[in-house]
């Protein structure tokens, strides 16, 4: 279903780290800020996120993702998912809050075009980002935090290995925990 992969971009840096049928995962780059502030200022995507929509300028938004390119970290990684049949930058996936004494992370996922909700890009998604983890990482645990009230996100999880291990409040808003446990 997916291929690790190694093709490099034309500044020499590796463009596409990951490629299933539908999805390829590469590199973020600074081209990409226009599609994620659009999609950080969209109500319904910061609702999914649990999150208020960003209101800053999108040149202040750019610099910190400029920033963000510059000042890289084994601790957090964004990658940019691109649709295989149309090469769009249809949304994002990352890790974060990478802990290698207790070998775990949170992975986080958005599709912002919102096209592609509902078709199974999601499952293909987190299926490769767990690839890319695993490979990348010395790793037990992938953890993830969805609204209770996400459903299609919750079947899209466990479908991919996770499973719900309790309920966590954060700023008034409940999330399911769930975890997948790597071999």
């Known amino acids: 279903m997916s291929n690790l992969d190694s093709k490099f971009g034309s500044t020499g840096e590796l463009a596409v780290v990951a490629e299933g049928c539908l999805v390829q995962l590469r590199n973020k780059h600074i081209d990409d800020a226009t599609n994620d502030y ?9 609702a999914f ?10 040149q202040t938004f750019r610099g910190n993702i400029q920033r963000d390119l510059r000042e890289t970290t084994i601790y957090r ?13 249809i949304g994002n996936v990352m890790y974060y809050g990478y802990d290698p004494l207790r070998q775990e992370a949170e992975l986080g996922i958005t599709i912002g075009n919102k096209d592609f909700w509902g078709k199974g890009y999601g499952r293909e998604i987190i299926d490769l980002m767990v690839e890319v983890m695993g490979s990348q990482l010395s790793l037990v645990k ?4 969805t609204l209770t ?6 079947r899209s999880f466990v479908a991919s290995g996770f499973t719900r291990v309790g309920e966590v409040v954060r700023a008034g808003r409940s999330y399911y925990r769930m975890e997948r446990l790597l071999p």
């Open 77 to 89: 990684k964004t990658y940019a998912v691109l649709s295989k049949q149309t090469s769009e930058h």
């Open 38 to 46: 659009s999609w950080k200022r969209d109500k319904e995507l910061a």
């Open 142 to 145: 992938i953890y993830l935090h």
């Open 49 to 58: 996120d649990g999150a208020t929509p960003y209101i800053g300028t999108f």
């Open 149 to 154: 009230w996400n459903e299609r996100a919750q």
